[in-house]
């Protein structure tokens, strides 16, 4: 038994920002924007919530699958941005859609290598034979995290969501391979959630200055680690696979920079024709990119059955991954078809 990708969707809010309204917020330029990461605009939240993304993104790889939500049995929602505590996102998606019958709970704070985990875990699921149908999404509005007079970060980020439903099938299993490495956490935090209860324990004046409540990032280590992780845990999964890049049709990287897209292409020796991207359009989206990118190229007619994968999540924690995925999903549907 294993879990293969039977629909796909996205949501992208519609308002935009381009560098040059960037610009208009913090010393910055469009060129420097371009050249440092290939990005070019960003979609960013006005009336959506990372929620209302999500369920709009459930909805249409539901509509792609050919599948009703009262078939779902679980729904996962990789984020974290959720809008709020509690209930969480997947229980809002779960109430948005009528699938009454899923268990639903959220992979928060795994970022940008979330919808990995969660593609993870919801097929670890359908190979065990607990559940025979999932949803899996990855939502975020970074937007509201952003430090929007931090140039260091707030000319990478974007919000959307982007959704896969999965079910059980009779092929064979491919092995993940994840790794995290928490000791070098410091190099991406984000600390609006810092628990302190004010009674017993106190907050680090570091918690109650405005900056930490935003996304802050040693941007040079996060590049770094990056570049060398993103191969070698690529490699592995070739390996775990006994799998030769050669049949490998697309890598799909988060979506966090185009140079460190180039550089992982570079570094595997592989063609970066093989490498699609979209951060120019949407930028970094965090647990969003890769589902957001898949939908894309499934609804463009790009993928054919029998075709590999390779998807690869990297970002806070530290933590990163990869997975392969052999494409199955027969229906394709572009959007205002
Ligand atoms: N516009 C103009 N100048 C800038 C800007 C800006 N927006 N930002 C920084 N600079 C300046 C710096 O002050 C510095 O000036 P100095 O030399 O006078 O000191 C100079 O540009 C170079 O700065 P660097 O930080 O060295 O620039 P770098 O080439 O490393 O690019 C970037 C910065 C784009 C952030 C890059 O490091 C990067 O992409 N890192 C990875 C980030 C990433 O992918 N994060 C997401 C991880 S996923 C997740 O979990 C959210």
């Known amino acids: 038994m294993n879990g ?51 369920a709009e993104a459930g909805k249409r790889a539901l509509e792609n699958a050919g599948m009703k939500a009262e078939e779902l049995e679980l729904i996962l929602v990789a984020t974290i941005s959720s809008n709020v ?17 899923a268990t639903c709970f959220d992979l928060g704070g795994a970022a940008c290598t979330g919808f990995v985990l969660a593609y993870n875990t919801a097929s670890a699921y359908l190979e065990a034979g607990v559940y025979k149908t ?8 970074l937007s509201a995290l952003t430090n929007w007079k931090d140039r260091r970060t707030c ?53 109650m200055t405005d900056e930490a409540n935003f996304i802050q990032m040693d941007g040079q280590a996060v590049f770094k680690f990056a570049v060398k992780r993103v191969p ?9 696979n006994a799998l030769k890049g050669e049949d490998i049709f697309l890598y799909i990287l988060h979506q966090a920079n185009k140079r460190i897209v180039e ?39 790009r993928l054919k059955t029998g075709q590999k994968l390779v998807l690869a999540g990297f970002g806070a924690g530290l933590t990163w991954g990869a997975v392969v995925v052999e494409w199955s999903c027969p229906v394709k549907q572009p959007y205002g078809s």
Request: net charge negative; hydrophobic share 35%; glycine share 10%.
């Open 232 to 240: 070698e845990v690529i490699q592995e999964v070739l390996e775990a």
């Open 85 to 101: 505590i509690l209930p969480c996102t997947a229980c809002e998606v779960q109430k948005s859609l009528g699938a009454v019958h």
């Open 155 to 207: 000319i990478l980020f974007g919000d959307g969501a982007g959704a896969a439903v999965m079910k059980a099938g009779e092929g064979k299993g491919w092995l993940p391979v994840t790794h995290s490495d928490g000791g070098k956490g410091e190099a991406l935090t984000c600390r609006s959630r810092y628990c302190s209860n004010g009674l017993t324990s106190k907050l680090r004046p570091e918690d």
């Open 4 to 54: 293969i990708i039977c629909g796909t969707g996205s949501y992208i809010p519609s308002y935009t920002m381009d560098n040059n309204d960037i610009a208009g917020l913090v010393d910055t330029n469009d060129m420097w924007i371009r050249e440092r990461t290939g990005v070019v605009k960003r979609h960013i939240i006005k009336d959506e919530t990372t929620a209302s993304m999500a």
């Open 134 to 141: 999932a949803l899996v999404i990855g939502s975020e509005s």
């Open 263 to 301: 550089a992982v292409a570079k570094r595997l020796s592989e063609p970066i024709e093989k490498f699609p991207m979209n951060l120019e359009e949407y930028g970094n989206t965090s647990s969003a990119s890769i589902p957001i990118l898949l939908d894309e190229l499934n609804r463009g007619g």
